[in-house]
């Protein structure tokens, strides 16, 4: 009897400077990323998966720079699931504000993350590095 390979997950890793140039960046990888793994221009999670990298990937560059010079966007490609990372070393974990800032300097990003992933039928999440030094901005996507 044949026993089925289990299901392989494709990872894709880009370091990033956290600089503003980085946000395009990211976008063009993930969208070249995306196209190889067939989810085109026109697939419905295509414009959720470049305004969830897009916002993830500001964060770093507006909030970690000082202390985290680079960051790191994953993409983990499962049948089924797409998992977007973006990992720097920044200890603060953020989380999703009720209002935005007073000064209208943002505020909105993680909320707007969180619902387009909810949207989408997946979820969210912040891990803090085990050393407590860093953290990991997590979102889940279904892509089937």
């Known amino acids: 009897m044949a026993v089925a390979?289990?299901?392989?997950?494709?990872?894709?890793?880009?370091?990033l400077a956290t600089v503003p140039a980085s946000v395009p960046e990211a976008r063009r990888s993930a969208r070249a990323e995306l196209a190889a793994r067939?989810?085109?221009a026109d697939h419905p999670l295509t414009?959720?998966?470049?305004?969830v990298v897009s916002e993830l990937v500001?964060?770093?560059?507006?909030?970690?720079?000082?202390r985290s010079p680079r960051a790191t966007l994953q993409l983990d490609f499962?049948?089924?699931?797409?998992t977007i990372r973006v990992?720097?070393?920044?200890?603060?974990?953020?989380?999703?504000?009720?209002?935005p800032h007073p000064d209208g300097s943002g505020g909105w990003g993680l909320n707007l993350v969180h619902e387009m992933a909810l949207l989408a039928g997946?979820?969210?999440?912040?891990?803090a590095d085990p050393d407590g030094g860093g953290k990991t901005m997590v979102v889940r996507l279904p892509l089937g």
């Open 47 to 51: 414009d959720t998966v470049l305004l």
């Open 58 to 66: 500001t964060n770093t560059v507006r909030h970690a720079a000082v």
């Open 5 to 15: 390979d289990p299901p392989q997950t494709v990872r894709y890793r880009l370091s």
């Open 78 to 82: 499962e049948p089924d699931l797409l």
């Open 38 to 40: 067939g989810l085109d």
């Open 122 to 127: 997946g979820g969210t999440a912040t891990l």
């Open 87 to 99: 990992h720097d070393r920044h200890p603060y974990c953020p989380r999703r504000r009720e209002a």
